[in-house]
């Protein structure tokens, strides 16, 4: 069965990650489902001034490790960028063929600093958000071209 590569760029989380542990050929398994709504803008055509928007929210699932740190990193409003595949997952119910679209995720690239991913973690528990350190640009960029050097690209963990 042919696979299709799909890019969600610039998403945001809708909700929660959802984890569960199921039955995989090495015992359990990690898997959890996340639902990404991105929001693409355009010139009307009827009126040159105004803008039309249009939403598209995708609900991906994620397995092993990669849903396990998704579920730890992740929440509510935070910012994804995923790249995966898309497959038919046609089934028959009842005598009548249904058609459906199953999406994996394969990359998941965490947008939000470590910063706003604490804070955001802390809004949802009902705990005061962490006070981050002011920093210049400068050494931002610094940090992100340590971290890009010193981490291996397979193995590195969200910031």
């Known amino acids: ?14 909700g929660a990650v959802k984890l569960e542990f199921v039955n995989g050929r090495e015992g359990k398994t990690a898997k959890a489902v996340l639902t990404a709504i991105s929001n693409t803008r355009r010139a009307s055509k009827a009126s040159g001034d105004a803008r039309e928007e249009e939403s ?4 991906w699932t994620l397995w092993g490790k990669q849903a396990e740190n998704a579920a730890e990193y992740l929440g509510k409003g935070s910012h994804v960028n ?32 470590r910063a706003d991913s604490e804070a955001r973690r802390a809004r949802m528990e009902g705990e005061p958000a962490p006070q981050a350190q002011p920093t ?23 910031a």
Do not use: C, W
């Open 1 to 14: 069965m042919a696979n299709v590569q799909v890019i969600q760029r610039h998403a945001h989380l809708a």
């Open 56 to 59: 598209t929210a995708i609900q």
């Open 82 to 113: 995923i790249i995966g595949r898309l497959r038919n997952n046609n089934y028959e119910k009842d005598g009548q063929e249904v058609y459906a679209l199953a999406f994996t995720a394969e990359e998941v690239d965490y947008l939000d600093s």
């Open 136 to 158: 210049s640009a400068a050494q931002k960029a610094n940090g992100r071209a340590r971290r890009a050097r010193s981490e291996p690209q397979d193995e590195a963990m969200p």
